[in-house]
């Protein structure tokens, strides 16, 4: 996170239930592996579309740290 410009303590979150969280948890380290070796915010964005696909309040939540 640090590398990309984010405070770890006041980076891109969503709340998110106990069992929602195992779940996009889980989607978002498959799709991280994907992720080329040297990504940067742009690539990240596009990650978390793809995976939040659908959660159009949870991308609206985080699209202030992705898109300048």
């Known amino acids: 996170m640090l590398e990309l410009g984010f405070d770890p303590k006041n980076g891109p979150c969503v709340l998110l239930t106990k069992e929602a ?3 996009m948890g889980k989607k978002l380290r498959e799709a991280t592996k ?3 070796a040297k990504f940067e915010k742009p690539d990240l964005w596009k990650m978390y579309q793809k995976v939040y696909e659908g959660e159009t309040e ?3 939540a985080i699209q202030k740290y992705f898109v300048e």
């Open 58 to 60: 949870w991308l609206k």
């Open 34 to 36: 994907r992720l080329p």
């Open 21 to 23: 969280h195992i779940v």
